[in-house]
């Protein structure tokens, strides 16, 4: 499974940025799927995670209450919406996915990745 993150943008602090995530073949809204992001110097750390039927989610405490994941049934895509972004918010998004009914936390848990998209968001 090829996955495509598409998205990101440069942004002032406060705005909002959608993030969608898409797979080269259909079922893929059936899969675990997380979004990592990995800031210059930093290593990839997970965002925000989906299960395969989206009955449970995974937030990282930052991002609580500002990030949404969601699976969007009519477009086959997980998406990702962000508000009101901060600076610290900036970096390279990546979605990866894996054919699992569990939430995964790890990088490593993760089987699909594509490329990410950069995300910019000025003070």
């Known amino acids: 499974v090829q996955l495509q993150a598409s998205g990101g943008g440069l942004v002032q602090a406060g705005g909002s940025l959608r993030l969608s995530c898409s797979a080269s073949?259909?079922?893929?809204?059936?899969?675990?799927v997380g979004w990592f992001r990995q800031a210059p110097g930093k290593e990839r750390e997970l965002i925000a995670a989906?299960?395969?039927?989206?009955?449970?989610?995974y937030y990282q405490n930052a991002v609580k209450g500002r990030f949404s994941i969601s699976r969007e049934v009519t477009k086959d895509t997980i998406d990702l919406q962000m508000n009101s972004l901060k600076p610290e918010d900036t970096g390279v998004y990546y979605c990866?996915?894996?054919?699992?009914?569990?939430?995964?936390?790890?990088?490593?848990?993760?089987?699909?990745w594509g490329r990410g998209t950069q995300v910019t968001v000025s003070s």
């Open positions: 990866a996915a894996d054919l699992d009914y569990a939430l995964k936390y790890k990088a490593s848990d993760y089987k699909f």
């Open positions: 073949q259909r079922g893929f809204i059936h899969y675990t």
């Open positions: 989906i299960d395969w039927n989206g009955g449970r989610t």
